[in-house]
């Protein structure tokens, strides 16, 4: 599965890469706007939790909300109007309570992302995108507490276990731009996963669930700069260098530094010190 995410992150890079390379088309050539930055991301995941709810009813715990707030951040850098890459992470919990029996439900994701954005005004931009990444799950069960040392040591009150799941998020966005150095981005998706088994210390196990899912809505605040970096000045610049590494080049060929052997024939020709003859 991670060989998998590679692969897909490579053609990603590389598509990037070629449309960077791309000859101008029609709609004019790219203006060298560019946005970078980044901040926090409150998330609130809309989860589907039917098969996993009812694997632990049945067994006498709690339900879990399918409602989950997770909390994280991210950020980008790319083109004001075009493509752009980044990343983000978020993880919450959930917490079910009965009279002596709870669980404790705990999910975090996140991954590299790839979006294209369109400019609609200059304080508004429309986004879509996708994430691609990994994430765990953790469950935590609590049966009972127990009253004294030999209870808590004879009787297994509590288990946890873990799976890790392979996650695509394809979003759109919507952004604004309330401040000069602040962005605040609505985003909307849809969570996909596919799980590996629950381990359990040195044990694993197939359960519920082998796929995750639900909407997702995110409220993203951008604290980050941009500019116009126009592609003539660069390539100017480029070629100012160029010649500076050149002339230094230049320079240092023509500085020689003597050979061993024009050193030793330099030593030889010098005329010997005469003795100072010691006086009666």
């Given at each position: 599965?991670?060989?998998?995410?590679?692969?897909?992150?490579?053609?990603?890079?590389?598509?990037?890469?070629?449309?960077?390379d791309?000859?101008?088309?029609?709609?004019?050539?790219?203006?060298?706007?560019?946005?970078?930055?980044?901040?926090?991301?409150?998330?609130?995941?809309?989860?589907?939790?039917?098969?996993?709810n009812?694997?632990?009813?049945?067994?006498?715990?709690?339900?879990?909300?399918?409602?989950?707030?997770?909390?994280?951040?991210?950020?980008?850098?790319?083109?004001?109007?075009?493509?752009?890459?980044?990343?983000?992470?978020?993880?919450?919990?959930?917490?079910?309570?009965?009279?002596?029996?709870s669980?404790?439900?705990?999910?975090?994701?996140?991954?590299?992302?790839?979006?294209?954005?369109?400019?609609?005004?200059d304080?508004?931009?429309?986004?879509?995108?996708?994430?691609?990444?990994?994430?765990?799950?953790?469950?935590?069960?609590?049966?009972?507490?127990?009253?004294?040392?030999?209870?808590?040591?004879?009787?297994?009150?509590?288990s946890?276990?873990?799976?890790?799941?392979?996650?695509?998020?394809?979003?759109?966005?919507?952004?604004?731009?309330?401040?000069?150095?602040?962005?605040?981005r609505?985003?909307?998706?849809?969570?996909?996963?596919?799980?590996?088994?629950?381990?359990?210390e040195?044990?694993?196990?197939?359960?519920?669930?082998?796929?995750?899912?639900?909407l997702?809505?995110?409220?993203?605040?951008?604290?980050?700069?941009?500019?116009?970096?126009?592609?003539?000045?660069?390539?100017?610049?480029?070629?100012?260098?160029?010649?500076e590494?050149?002339?230094?080049?230049?320079?240092?060929?023509?500085?020689?530094?003597?050979?061993?052997?024009?050193?030793?024939?330099?030593?030889?020709?010098?005329?010997?010190?005469q003795?100072?003859?010691?006086?009666?």
């Amino acid at each position: 599965m991670r060989t998998t995410l590679v692969l897909m992150l490579s053609l990603c890079v590389l598509t990037l890469a070629g449309l960077a390379d791309s000859e101008p088309t029609e709609l004019g050539e790219p203006d060298g706007k560019f946005v970078g930055g980044g901040g926090p991301m409150p998330t609130l995941l809309f989860l589907d939790l039917d098969d996993l709810n009812g694997a632990i009813t049945d067994a006498g715990y709690p339900q879990i909300d399918q409602v989950l707030f997770a909390n994280g951040g991210g950020g980008y850098v790319g083109a004001l109007d075009g493509i752009r890459i980044g990343g983000f992470g978020v993880g919450g919990s959930n917490l079910s309570a009965s009279e002596s029996r709870s669980v404790s439900f705990d999910l975090a994701y996140g991954g590299m992302m790839i979006e294209t954005a369109v400019q609609a005004e200059d304080d508004f931009t429309a986004v879509l995108g996708t994430m691609l990444g990994f994430g765990s799950l953790d469950l935590r069960f609590v049966s009972g507490l127990p009253e004294t040392f030999e209870d808590a040591v004879g009787n297994p009150f509590v288990s946890s276990m873990t799976k890790e799941f392979f996650a695509i998020q394809p979003y759109i966005a919507f952004e604004s731009k309330p401040f000069s150095w602040m962005w605040v981005r609505f985003q909307l998706g849809f969570l996909w996963t596919l799980a590996d088994d629950w381990t359990f210390e040195e044990a694993e196990f197939a359960g519920p669930p082998r796929t995750l899912g639900g909407l997702t809505a995110t409220l993203m605040f951008r604290f980050g700069g941009g500019g116009q970096l126009p592609l003539e000045d660069l390539e100017a610049a480029l070629d100012e260098l160029t010649q500076e590494l050149e002339a230094l080049d230049d320079s240092d060929s023509d500085t020689v530094e003597p050979s061993q052997t024009e050193a030793v024939e330099e030593e030889a020709e010098e005329p010997d010190a005469q003795p100072v003859e010691a006086e009666d």
